[in-house]
């Protein structure tokens, strides 16, 4: 995913269990429910926010969210040390590919941009951090899959993804991988390409994706009316941790899309219940475009997006 700085381009776009609040619902159900009723499924469920607006003081805490980019440095004073910082390695000889912990930090400052627009946007929500790029902005599909998935199997809340891919040859790899993320709550938050290219998995309804806007307000959102991109962020010059404890003014949607991340951990660290379904509905309605109609009993049906007749998902 390209994501443009003042002098740099990224190329390739740019852990503890989860809490007892956050686990996944529904284990044991498969295709129908037969032989149980409501009563046998009970599930506490949260609202969610009024307006979509989490209640003050919502600051991420207690909210895990993990930035799979090109690490985080360890010491810069707008981000502070990160909670837990991870690597995903190929071996040179029998390619295999694991994840495991690290001190080297950052490569490029790519991921510690990303980690301190969070930090920035939900002050105490607990940052961890899987590098797959390397120093010049750059990774493979593989590397990005195995990192990704790692994140999703650890539970992590949020997952920051500044990234993507445009080998079609993970498209469905990634799709089911984000799927699985969506079904176990955890929140895949997806840049969009800075280009108009195929890649992924922006692409998939199943995560959250962000563009960037060029509105000069630091703290707005917009909902996109036209997806496949659901929402823009603030990523237009923008000031932004670097390396060596500096900071730099850069644009692109990498770095709208961790303070939709940061907006989703302030969410749920005031309503830890919340689905990732409801997340999206609560970023649509605190969105600054989006005006909210009456309702009324004098509005037409809504139309059918289907050209006939539904019929039973019997085997045929």
Known sequence: MGTTGETTTVTTHAAPAAPAARTAPGLGLTWSLRGRGPEDVPVLGDPGPPGGQPAAPATGRGVRVCVVDSGVERDHPLVGEPASSWVVVKDGESGEITVEPTTTGDTCG???ACAG??????????????????????????????GLRWAVEQRFDVVNLSLSTTRTRFAQELHSLADSAYFARTVIVASAHNTPVESFPWRFASVISVGSHQEDDPDLHLYNPAPPVEFFGPGQNVTV????????RTTGNSFATPYVAGLCARLLSAHPRMTAFQLKNALYLSAANVRHAPSTAD??????????DTQDDAEI
């Not at 105490?124 to 797959?132: A, F």
């Not at 509005?299 to 006939?308: M, N, Y």
């Open 110 to 112: 790519h991921g510690t």
């Open 117 to 146: 627009i969070i930090r920035r946007t939900a002050p105490e929500c607990e940052i961890h951090s899987v590098r797959v790029l390397g120093e010049r902005f750059s990774g493979t599909g593989d590397i990005l899959m195995a």
């Open 241 to 248: 941790p670097w390396l060596g404890g500096r900071t730099i």
């Open 299 to 308: 509005h037409a049906p809504r139309p059918s997006t289907a050209a006939g």
